[in-house]
């Protein structure tokens, strides 16, 4: 997506990206870099994201490392206020931080279910409140979030995880009516099932059965969903607001 010329299409752009040290975080990080934004890493697993800070030095590109838990606003609060001193600016968010704790409702524990809506949901909350009025006063903003196709269908032992999905939609429609005049989008990607970390350790019956769900026949990879949401980013998306783009290979189909 590089402009006429070769100009990349976010020199001068500062991106947040929450859940960056592996997976489809990861992918997006290295992403937004290869076009010039200067990448702002969090996760709590520190030394995976300075791995990742170093690949994206190796390619010429810049990025800061914050060891944060996206479920907390304090730490949401000091991510955005330190970037903006060192930036005075916040350009791009991408919520994507999320876990899993699958298990049926009947055996499901309060704090397997509290623990995934505070890190996919809150965390959501947390670093859009924090980063919102930047974006506000600077009549420039862009919010993509996360979201997954088990928040549109529903997964059989992950309420937990559907229920935050799924409220990650209606947040990101809310929120994009409230800031659409100010020069902000807020979009959701709903990826389906990706080859990721937290794929990888399913037992190969139960991939199979997933693949066999999906029309094209593979799960699919970090690099399609973050081709997508660098669309969302970039200024050819500013008239795409409050929309959830589906990237699951045709598993589930919008009207």
Known sequence: MARPGGEMIFKDRVSIVTGASQGIGESIALELSREGAEIILVDVQKEKLEEVAQKISKSNGKAAVFCADVSRMDQAMDVAEKVVQDHKKIDHLVNNAGITRDNLLMRMKEEEWDSVLSVNLKGVFNFSKAVI??????????????????????????????????????????????????????????????ATPMTENLPDSVKNMFVELIPVKRFGTPDEIAHVVKFLLSDDAAYITGQVINVNGGMVMSP
């Open 133 to 194: 009025r930047n974006m506000i006063g600077n009549r420039y903003g862009r919010i993509v979030n996360i979201s997954s196709v088990v928040g549109l269908m529903g997964n059989a032992g992950q309420s937990n995880y559907a229920a935050s999905k799924a409220g990650v939609l209606g947040f990101t429609k809310s929120l994009a009516r409230e800031v659409a005049a100010r020069g902000i989008t807020v979009n959701a990607v709903a990826p389906g099932y990706i």
